[in-house]
């Protein structure tokens, strides 16, 4: 059953703008999140609590986090790929993060330098942190339906990955197709899998759109009752594995798909576009979005 109410969680200001090369002052980071929140969206993924030497352009995470104007209703979750950068949130507000790994072996060795099962050990104490101080930590998983390295994800893998951090204490487990290879059925196989383990009410969706499949694969899981999206707006973020192409579906599209099947995310359109255009004239571009460019 498609739900009939979906819980958007808006990544552009951190997925998105980390991935862009261009440097994005504090300011109009904070105005982003700010105009996002006016627009209706109620979770804001705000900054990543990482050593500026791997993204330089999250560098002033705890500027931006502590700088925004909070919303009540609203959260402004951040990531934190370990202790320095959780005690870091935590000293500047954060009620909610998050912790990364990767369903591919090839892709953990390669982006922290690790297996998969040790990824999974560097969680622990952030996790257990977390919960002594009231926080709640949501789980991404990245390369859940192919890895730029080694191709194929053995379904396997992803379904242990999301069953180890659902264990762990994740509220909720972000599959993320992080090349956006995946196609709808085999999209909705992988959701089905994994939520032979951990509920469907504790799943996210993270869809790239890099081939234009991006909304038939959530609508294909929604129809497994998936309710919670991730989602960015104007698409910030491009595909750091293939040079031009688009990465995180665009907010506008997914909340124009919803609103036409009359599914509720408090979310205004039109002011959401002007979010998209605000921070894509910072760009000097036009929003990757269809429905923003057709508005
Ligand atoms: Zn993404």
Redo the contacts with the bound molecule.
């Keep these: 059953m498609i739900p009939k109410k979906i819980q958007l969680v808006e ?1 552009g200001p951190r ?1 998105g703008l980390q991935n862009e090369k261009l440097w994005v002052e504090t300011e109009t980071k904070i105005t982003l999140i700010e105009k996002l929140a006016q627009a209706g969206l109620t979770k804001i993924e705000s900054a990543s609590f990482v050593s500026p030497k791997w993204v330089p352009q999250m560098k002033d995470a705890f500027e931006v986090l502590s700088g925004i104007e909070r919303r009540p209703g609203v959260s402004y979750p951040v990531l934190t790929p370990n202790m320095k950068g959780f005690e870091k949130a935590l000293e500047a507000g954060a009620t909610d993060v998050a912790v990364f790994g990767a369903a591919s072996e090839v892709f953990t060795q390669k982006n922290i330098n690790c297996s998969i099962a040790e990824s999974v050990e560097r969680f622990r104490p952030i996790i257990a942190a977390a919960q002594k101080n009231g926080i709640r930590v949501r789980g991404y998983i990245s390369c859940v339906l192919g890895c730029p390295y080694q191709g194929a994800v053995p379904l396997a893998d992803v379904v242990n990955l999301a069953e180890q951090m659902s264990e762990m204490g994740c509220y909720e487990i972000s599959l ?1 197709d ?1 090349i956006g290879v995946g196609t709808p059925l085999q999209a909705k196989k992988m959701v089905e899998a994994v939520a032979e383990k951990v509920p469907v009410s504790k799943l996210a969706l ?1 869809f ?1 759109d890099t081939r234009g499949q991006a909304l038939a694969n959530i609508y294909a899981c929604l129809e497994l009752g998936v309710s919670v999206i ?1 989602s ?1 707006v104007a698409g910030l ?1 491009g595909c750091p594995y293939a040079h031009g192409a688009s ?2 579906v665009a907010t506008e599209d997914v909340v124009f798909m919803l609103n036409g099947m009359g599914i509720e995310t408090g979310v205004e359109l039109e002011k959401l576009i002007e979010a998209g255009r605000f921070i894509s004239e910072v760009f000097a571009r036009s929003p990757q979005s269809k429905v923003s460019n057709a508005n």
């Design positions: 990544v997925d993320g992080t993270h790239h991730d960015s973020g990465g995180n």
